[in-house]
């Protein structure tokens, strides 16, 4: 069993050597019995408080994430909300050291893509910096998610264990990649053809007679929303099964204090971050896939840290005993962090778990009024650095802020204009090409009219255009039915996107009703869908242009894989900056899309 003490910290890259390796790990704290008084850090006391620190879906955003990607809404005791500018490695540096002192047993752990989609500072980088920002941070633990998924298992590995990448070599003569010094988590993943874990599939944390087992998985279907090369030699199991396996040997080895890292989340009934999601109810202000996973993990395990939906909650979710258990997710690119507070029990070795709402949860902002972390000043300096020649490079102007990701209908401004890029790039490789569609999940950011740095109001840089499309995905053509681009259309809404719809963002020209009142499939008008004004002919063939994800059958369209007589392209980041260049200058930037492509009915 691997150990770790808080510091001095070990290095790991030993320990993790070989995929099948199983490295332990852990603690955890909980809230005591109703009426017992814990007994705080004195040498031989039973009851032991430990704070555990959590946050999620970091997606290597070093740098304050700009416009509403980069803000928190909190809830005020007016009634009101108020919009509060949150995250950057330096202040969440500083957030966490400030809520360390005075914690001696004190974890820090997280729950899964803390890398990929990431902005240029890092991804340039294949993230290196994130990951030596980590190291700066203390970390001593994560899961992994999909993202960590981007540049498949090998270059994960090399994540892990250090060294330079393997076709753009070291970044800097004389210093070499080190890899992390906190252990990825797996359990849900195995190699296909041995079987064995590609990576720990649990870690277990020490101090003074204190042990916290850690469990990592990501979502079951991370094959869905990955590129098929990403994932390739791999199988992805159920989250469920899979945490009770291995808490069943953390229990045998003595580890009773177990904490789940899942990167699979939920959505709350509010976006605010200090929502109370248990007001009706242990859990009833919260839904999605979380919950059910959360009320099949194994009783064992004590508390569980989650991600992926990018959303901000801390809620009370039955076990299958039906005693309470804290659920949390802080939201994403470091704007929060989680504090939770676990009473370890040194007479049974584990959490205790009797009040009613044990542990106890809560996320905090990480201000950016607050004193910077020195260190990781230095440290954005320092990549900066590297990354200036190309990250301040113009390619187009805008007239106003194109919303993307943190847009608030279905159909985005910056979705649009990336839609209408690629059918430009497209028509460049064949006159055929008819329409385009982006899924939204591939955009990461949107585009701020605000300037940066010293680039200019309403300028776009090449690093502003690369944190919208970081995945290198191709543009690529394919023939489909008029029949498969309904069902394509449909399937935004129905299938593996029932639950929760993936609404394409489709160039100038195709236009149609999405009717929310209706379910499922019915919910795309067909007889409404037009393209250039006609109606789509069943029968006949359109050419569409894709990213490569797409194309591949991602995020639920099958009908998308089924396309024929493909063609590749260019990446699409080339394609969006070379639409940008041609159709916009300082004199004449271009105007956000009025996204109005698509007539929503609720």
């Known amino acids: 069993m691997y150990a770790q003490t808080k510091r001095p910290r070990r290095r790991l890259r030993a320990v993790l050597a070989g995929a099948a ?35 999620n879906d970091f997606h290597g955003n070093l740098e304050p994430p700009a416009g509403s990607s980069g803000q928190v809404t909190e809830d005020q005791a007016d009634g009101t909300t108020k919009k509060i500018d949150a995250g950057g490695v330096e202040y969440l540096a500083s957030s966490l050291r400030k809520a360390r002192q005075g914690h001696p047993y004190s974890v820090t752990a997280a729950a899964g893509d803390l890398i990929g989609a990431s902005p240029l500072l890092s991804g340039l980088f294949h993230d290196e910096p994130t990951v030596e920002a980590m190291n700066k941070l203390d970390l001593d633990v994560t899961s992994v998610g999909n993202h960590e998924f981007d540049e498949g298992s090998g270059e994960l590995a090399r994540l892990q264990k250090g060294g330079c990448h393997p076709k753009d070599g070291c970044y800097e003569d004389g210093r070499t990649f080190e890899g992390a010094d906190y252990p990825y988590l797996a359990a849900n993943v195995t190699d296909e053809r041995t079987g064995k874990p590609a990576l720990a599939p649990y870690w277990v944390w020490k101090h003074k007679g204190v042990k916290v087992g850690f469990i990592g998985v990501t979502l079951e279907g991370t094959p869905d929303i990955v590129s098929a090369e990403g994932v390739k030699g791999l199988k992805f199991h159920d989250e469920i099964e899979t945490v009770d396996k291995y808490a069943k040997i953390l229990d045998k080895q003595g580890v009773k204090s177990i904490v789940a890292l899942v990167h699979e989340g939920g959505a709350p009934a509010s976006a605010s971050y200090n929502y109370d999601c248990d007001a009706g109810g242990a859990g009833s202000g919260i839904s999605g896939p979380i919950v059910d996973i959360a009320k099949g993990i194994t009783s064992k395990v004590d508390a569980l840290v989650t991600g992926h939906t990018h959303n901000a909650y801390a809620c009370t979710i039955p076990d299958p005993a039906g005693k309470p258990r804290m659920v949390t997710s802080a939201s994403s690119f470091g704007k929060l962090y989680t504090d939770t507070t676990l009473t370890y029990d040194r007479a049974t070795k584990d959490v205790v778990r009797t009040s009613v709402k044990s542990p106890t949860s809560e996320n905090h902002v990480v201000t950016r009024t607050q004193a910077k972390a020195a260190d990781m000043t230095a440290l954005i300096g320092q990549w900066n650095k590297l990354a200036a020649p190309v990250a301040n490079q113009p390619v187009g102007f805008i007239s106003a802020d194109v919303p993307g990701r943190g847009a608030t209908t279905p159909e985005a401004p910056l979705g649009d204009l990336i839609a209408d890029a690629q059918l430009a790039h497209a028509k460049s490789l064949d006159p055929k090409a008819s329409l385009a569609l982006m899924n939204p999940g591939g955009i990461r950011s949107g585009l701020v009219f605000k300037a940066s740095g010293s680039e200019g109001d309403g300028v776009v840089t090449y690093g502003e255009g690369f944190a919208v499309q970081p995945f290198s995905n191709t543009v690529n053509l394919v023939d489909l039915s008029g029949e498969q681009l309904v069902t394509a259309l449909k399937q935004q809404v129905s299938g593996a996107n029932a639950a929760s719809p993936k609404i394409l963002q489709p160039s100038a020209g195709l236009a149609y009703t999405l009717d929310m009142t209706k379910s499922g499939a019915d919910r795309v008008v067909t007889d409404s869908i037009r393209l250039n004004g006609a109606a789509i002919d069943p029968a006949a063939t359109y050419r569409v242009a894709m990213n490569s994800f797409l ?9 998308l894989g089924a396309g024929k007589n493909p063609l590749v392209g260019s990446d699409d980041l080339k394609a969006f900056n070379d639409y940008l260049t041609a159709n916009s200058s300082a004199s004449n930037p271009i105007a956000p899309p009025k996204a109005d492509r698509i007539t929503i009915v609720k």
Not at 25 to 42: D, H, T, Y
Not at 551 to 559: I, N, P, Q
């Open 21 to 55: 390796t199983l490295v332990t790990a852990g603690a955890l704290m909980a809230a005591l019995p109703a009426g017992a008084a814990p007994q705080k850090g004195a040498a031989g006391g039973r009851y032991q408080d430990v704070q555990l620190l959590s946050f």
């Open 551 to 559: 194309a591949g059958g991602g995020d639920g369209f099958a009908a």
